[in-house]
């Protein structure tokens, strides 16, 4: 990366301009993406992950085509055995995440949760699988019993919440004693600390937490020609803002990526 570059990007994290795509993404580019993409194969939106050697997880053939988003659920999920329990995704997206998780680990049940509208009523179109359900509903305020799952997962989402000690409130209450919350998102530089100590604030106790930029770079790359071919299916005055959400080569996110400006990182938690 150049200088100017990484000038570039430090000057755009520091106007928040980083932010202020979070917020755009989350009030209305996500939801009328819901709308422009009704083929059925788009179902994932994380950035993405691989490992140095590649993680080479085993995938049915109609899975290979999102290897790398599915990695990313994949290494934030298995920090613990959700075989067998009731599990709940806040912020579920495409539902391609959980379709996967269901299909690999078999939970007794898997409830995902989106404030999108057009984006559960595509999760309940797209998958049908037992024991698999979506519900429309607030990441603040999640509408379920207290102690009602044995996990709760939260995948590159967090960020775009208002509240986010909030959200880690709600997740203790709807966590059964002896559940994990497990996690993964970033956060730019001038906000790390915030997101330390709220963390460190939450009524759950840390079991594990990894540094993964390196992984989640690695991935951005590789989701490369599958970015280019779904910013291809959007109108023109669209692409280049989704350019910058899909973190392509020479965009924002991915300067910020390469130079360590975003701080990504995966946790896992558990309720005593």
Not at 59 to 65: G, I, M, N, R, V
Not at 131 to 150: C, I, Q, R, Y
Request: glycine residues 6%; charged residues 25%.
């Amino acid at each position: 990366m150049t200088f100017t570059s990484a000038r570039r990007t430090d000057l755009l994290l520091r106007l928040g301009y980083i932010s202020f795509l979070n917020k755009l993404f989350a009030t209305y580019f996500y939801p009328n993406v819901t709308r422009l993409y009704r083929a059925n194969d788009v179902v994932f939106f994380n950035y993405g992950y691989e490992e140095d050697p590649p993680m080479s997880v085993p995938l049915a053939a109609s899975d290979e085509p999102n290897r790398y988003s599915i990695q990313l659920y994949h290494r934030t999920a298995t920090q613990a055995d959700i075989t067998g329990k009731r599990v709940l995704e806040v912020s579920c997206g495409h539902g391609g995440g959980a379709s996967y998780l269901v299909r690999t680990f078999h939970p007794t049940s898997y409830t995902g949760l989106d404030l999108n509208r057009e984006g559960i009523a595509f999760c309940r179109r797209r998958h049908n699988l037992a024991g698999l359900d979506f519900v429309e509903g607030n990441a603040e305020n999640l509408p379920f019993d207290e102690e009602s799952f044995d996990a709760v997962i939260n995948v590159e989402a967090s960020s775009h919440y208002p509240h986010f000690p909030r959200f880690l409130t709600e997740v203790a209450r709807v966590l059964r004693p002896g559940g994990h919350f497990l996690y993964t998102d970033h956060r730019r530089p001038n906000t790390v600390a915030q997101w330390d100590a709220e963390l460190a604030d939450a009524p759950m106790r840390l079991v594990a937490h990894a540094d993964i930029n390196a992984e989640v770079l690695r991935g951005m790359d590789k989701n490369t020609p599958r970015n280019l071919d779904l910013i291809s299916r959007l109108p023109v005055l669209l692409r280049r803002y989704a350019r910058e959400v899909y973190g392509l080569p020479g965009t924002a996110y991915h300067r910020a990526m390469q130079s360590g400006a975003l701080d990504y990182r995966v946790y896992c938690f558990a309720k005593d």
